[in-house]
């Protein structure tokens, strides 16, 4: 199964003993792309280098709303001018642990959602219990691409959401008997979702309890096929290609051919492009 993790930290110290072995076990099992998402300085920073190190480890860069007020408005101006920071997130507003004050929060989501518009880069968010303001906020930002990770609300919200464009994402989590996300997963039209783990958070069934990793990510994907009577297969592939839509996913670099063949499809190209762009000028 060729699977999509949209939403991975695995810059997180929990990775420190066996990061790169986890890493390459990931690509040598399904994995193709990871996003690993920053959350403060020191996340987006490592996220950046990790994804540096691996062709197909991206990142994002942002401050979280229990980092608001440490908040650095160049650090993120800087970061969403790495090639390889494809959105800025995970950023947000959680009034369930409000661990910064909600108005520090507001002003600071507020702040990266319009630099994301800026910069013309997707958004991740962070949304606990305060479904309305963020929605608010990035209305008034006038955000297009945005994907409410590790979705959490009824169906009413999932559907202000829907018709906005935006997309719904899901973790573990609906794999747990409370999870209360069965006629949400049912409802949404399927170029909407993506699925991720959030690792190493939110273990899914039965695994819960121990360190969450890419390599439980399938059981994301076998959960909401049962729900919507699909297979899993069906599952990755429309979440894969939403997440490669989303995140506007670059093409690998071209590989160096031989020398023979190199020559002459080099030649052919940069024809076809004088071509073009005399075409072009016209
Ligand atoms: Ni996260």
Sequence with gaps: MKLFETHAHLDLPEFDADRERLINKCFDSGIEYII????????SLNSLELAKKHLHIFATAGFHPHDATDFDAELIKRLAREK???????????????LSPRNVQREVFRNQAL???DYDKPIVVHNREAHQECYKILKEAEAKDVVFHCFSG????????????????????????????DDVIRMMPPEQFMIETDCPYLTPHPHRGKRNSPLYLHLVA??????????PLEVAETSFNNAHRFFRIPPDPVKPVSKKGGKSSKG?????TTVKDKKKDK
Excluded: C, H
């Excluded at 009824?154 to 996300?181: C, K, R």
């Excluded at 076998?222 to 297979?231: D, S, V």
């Design 36 to 43: 690993n998402i920053g959350f403060n300085k020191e996340t």
């Design 222 to 231: 076998e959960k909401i096929a049962e729900i919507r009577g699909i297979t």
């Design 115 to 117: 630099l994301a518009v």
């Design 84 to 98: 390889n920071v494809l959105a800025i997130g995970e950023i947000g507003l959680d009034y369930f642990r409000n």
């Design 268 to 272: 052919k190209k940069s024809k076809k």
């Design 154 to 181: 009824d169906i009413i919200f999932a559907q202000q959401v829907l018709d906005e464009g935006w997309m719904i994402s899901f973790t573990g989590n609906i794999t747990y008997p409370n999870a209360n996300l």
